[in-house]
């Protein structure tokens, strides 16, 4: 697609020098008037609009490109990619270095992501490590939201041994455990974590 618009650049540049050619210099011909070809202002605008199209569509291109390499280099749950990040962050460093690299902070929305993300995190950061999810609940205690501000409808809390959410006001911010196989903890927000980005693919 992208070799196919910069030939159609070439293609409608070709044919604007050609026409200019005929126009500047029509052939000497015996009794004959030059043929002219007329290129008007709306011809113009129309050829612009349609570059702007093609420079659109292989702006498009590239960012699935880009996503499709997200995905080969992390982990693909139907249309999620979750991406591992190197280095530990508090989980608003986490959770803004995901706004930065175009995705949000990783969170799982029912067990197959819980379970996905879990089996990521032991390969890419370790067994024993927990990782930021995107869930807190700084705005308003035991309201537990994603990274958006929507009251998350999954939950994976640790209860059977632990109890979670057990922090009160003062753990507000949540990690996928490792060690307790993929089970959610409350935990304070300034605590450096691993974490993982989520990406949105179509
Ligand atoms: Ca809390
Ligand atoms: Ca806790």
Redesign the pocket.
């Known amino acids: 697609m992208e070799l196919r618009g910069i030939c159609f650049v070439l293609s409608v540049l070709c044919l604007l020098q050609m026409t200019h050619q005929q126009v500047d210099k029509p052939k000497a011909k015996k009794n004959a008037p030059p043929k002219k070809v007329v290129v008007t202002a709306s011809m113009i605008e129309d050829i612009k609009k349609q570059i702007d199209h093609i420079l659109e569509e292989v702006n498009l291109l590239k960012e699935k490109q880009a996503l499709q390499s997200v995905c080969l280099r992390g982990m693909k749950v139907r249309s999620k990619c979750f991406l591992s990040m190197s280095g530990e962050k508090k989980f608003h460093e986490a959770a803004d270095d995901c706004i930065m690299h175009g995705g949000i902070l990783g969170t799982a929305s029912n067990d197959e992501e819980n379970d996905a993300l879990y089996d990521y995190a032991r390969t890419a950061v370790g067994h024993d490590r927990d990782i930021w999810i995107g869930v807190s609940d700084i705005v308003a205690e035991g309201s537990w939201v994603d990274v958006t501000g929507a009251a998350v409808n999954y939950t994976n809390w640790e209860t059977e041994i632990?109890l979670?959410?057990?922090?009160g006001t003062k753990?507000n911010c949540v990690v996928l455990s490792g060690p307790a196989n993929g089970k959610w903890?409350?935990?304070p927000c300034r605590f450096k974590k691993n974490y993982f980005c989520e990406f949105i693919i179509s």
Request: charged share 35%; net charge negative; no cysteine.
């Open positions: 632990t979670q959410p057990d922090g753990e903890f409350d935990q």
